[in-house]
């Protein structure tokens, strides 16, 4: 009895770990955006497109709360199904994700603690990023260890955005970006921290998570910082007021009031 008691009781951890972590993901989402509201540096004025993409990304930590939920519930048939959905919602994410991305940087309204250039290529290279661990997620779907830890590597990437929302990223010029991705790699490292004290050693689907996340970063400040970043500035800015600002000078601080 006690032999099937202890494999049932690390399931049980499993299941609370992931499920608790879900929440403060999407707590951080929660707190980080509604700041942005609250202090007025966003309003409900914004295009439809903005909106459209904030709700299928809110949708998506939505959904990964939900599945998390039911995991550790039991209800492993309604989470097969409602998983189906999430496959076909990427799409919505990266496609979205693309267009305000661009849409913003045309516009000359990248987030003044960036470089313009980095900006719009480190965006496309986190969403398609999160998609190769969700896809990879999706495909070891059978196998939870797997399939749970590279979906869980694949939210905690989503959360730089809200994170940037949170640290005091004007102070962290010219690391802002660096600072966000550490903060990004918290999750994971908790997660490593949590099988070894659990079963003594690291699930491997960590370390691709890891990878996945470091790689996305060294990727983007290649791109952006090589002859290629910045015609791919300036294929996406021409004909816009975009064109005019210096793809990788940092844009002036806006106004106090």
Excluded: C
């Excluded at 989402?29 to 903005?50: D, E, K, Q, Y």
């Excluded at 004909?239 to 009031?257: D, R």
């Amino acid at each position: 009895m006690a032999s099937l008691a202890e494999p049932h009781s690390a399931v049980a951890k499993d299941d609370r770990f992931f499920f608790i972590t879900s929440l403060i993901m999407a707590a951080i989402v929660v707190a980080g955006f509604s700041l942005m509201i609250v202090t007025g540096r966003s309003s409900f004025a914004s295009p439809p497109i903005v909106h459209a993409h904030a709700v299928v990304f809110m949708g998506w930590v939505v959904l990964y709360v939900t599945q998390n939920a039911l995991v550790a519930r039991g209800s492993i048939a309604l989470h097969r199904r409602l998983g189906w959905i999430g496959a076909g919602w990427i799409v919505a994410m990266v496609v979205l994700g693309t267009i305000v991305t661009v849409r913003l940087v045309r516009l000359g309204h990248a987030p003044f603690f960036f470089p313009p250039a980095l900006f719009l290529v480190l965006n496309p290279v986190t969403i398609l990023t999160f998609l190769a661990l969700t896809t990879a997620a999706i495909v070891r779907r059978r196998q939870t260890e797997w399939h749970r830890r590279l979906h869980f590597s694949g939210m905690a990437l989503l959360l730089g955005p809200a994170y940037g929302r949170l640290l005091p990223m004007p102070f962290l010029i010219p690391y802002a970006y660096e600072v966000d991705v550490l903060a990004v790699l918290i999750f994971p490292i908790v997660g490593m921290v949590f099988d070894l004290r659990r079963t003594g050693k690291v699930h491997p689907a960590w370390w691709w998570g890891l990878a996945a996340i470091i790689g996305s970063t060294v990727l983007s400040e290649a791109i952006t910082y090589s002859p290629l970043g910045t015609a791919l500035y300036r294929a996406a800015t021409a004909g816009s007021p975009g064109a005019s600002v210096a793809p990788l000078a940092y844009p002036p601080f806006p106004p106090l009031s």
